[in-house]
């Protein structure tokens, strides 16, 4: 079966620091990945999204930045957090087909940058 | 683009209730529509989802969905709620057969239920 795994559960940052946040999925094979930020009030906001290896479609504009380097492997950077950046993460992944699929969540990260 | 708007922000309700949450999308072609929850502290869940088949949609938990294309919506229903549904609700939807198809999700819709 497949399992997605987002780490870490919770990070507390400084302004200024960098960021990593990493997302792999197990069981498929060539997934669509999606990096989410969900915000009360706001829904879960789409940021980046990937149909392959080096492939990212950025969203929204933002201080953040996605990259693939793997087929089943999504990362989440940023090279120097803003206070704007604390949130919910979550990362997702779906089939190609678009016909048949749906979205499989992550735990999610809870950002704070303080 | 395609986008999605719930204009329930936040629903209360008592037990034994009826419950419908709006959903309207926007996109002009083919959609697949889903309902997604989320119960307190846990992760998002696939309540039910549409792919171009009977309009009337039926998913876990007694909950069920109607896809009505004139209006571009897909709105959530049960005909009963308990305690148990308290929880924030997302609709979403993607636009389109292609392997580049995004899933994008509404604003979601806090259900409180009383009691």
């Known amino acids: 079966s497949q399992t997605i795994h987002q780490w870490p559960a919770t990070l507390v940052q400084p302004v200024g620091s960098p960021l990593s946040l990493e997302c792999t999925v197990e069981g498929t094979s060539n997934p669509n990945l999606y990096w989410y930020r969900q915000a009360a009030g706001r829904g879960l906001q789409l940021l980046f999204y990937?149909?392959?290896?080096?492939?990212i479609s950025s969203e929204v504009p933002q201080n953040l930045s996605a990259s693939r380097p793997q087929d089943r492997q999504f990362i989440l950077s940023s090279k120097k957090l803003l206070l704007s950046d604390s949130g919910f993460y979550l990362c997702?992944?779906?089939?190609?087909?678009?016909?048949?699929?749906?979205?499989?969540f992550g735990q999610g990260t809870r950002l704070t940058v303080v | 683009a395609q986008s999605v708007s719930q204009h329930n922000h936040h629903v209360i309700l008592s037990e034994a209730a009826s419950l419908e949450l709006g959903c309207n999308y926007s996109?002009?072609?083919?959609?697949?529509l889903f309902w997604y929850v989320q119960y307190p502290g846990q992760h998002l869940q696939l309540l039910l989802k549409?792919?171009?088949?009977?309009?009337l949609v039926k998913g876990i938990k007694g909950f069920e969905a109607e896809f009505i294309k004139s209006k571009f919506s897909f709105n959530l229903r049960k005909p009963s709620v308990q305690w148990s549904d308290t929880a924030e609700y997302f609709c979403?939807?993607?636009?389109?057969?292609?392997?580049?198809?995004?899933?994008?999700f509404g604003s979601g819709t806090r259900l409180s239920i009383r009691p």
């Open positions: 990937s149909v392959g290896i080096g492939q």
């Open positions: 996109y002009g072609g083919t959609v697949n």
């Open positions: 979403a939807v993607i636009a389109g057969y292609s392997s580049a198809s995004k899933i994008i």
């Open positions: 549409y792919f171009s088949e009977d309009p």
């Open positions: 997702a992944w779906s089939t190609p087909d678009s016909f048949n699929t749906e979205a499989f």
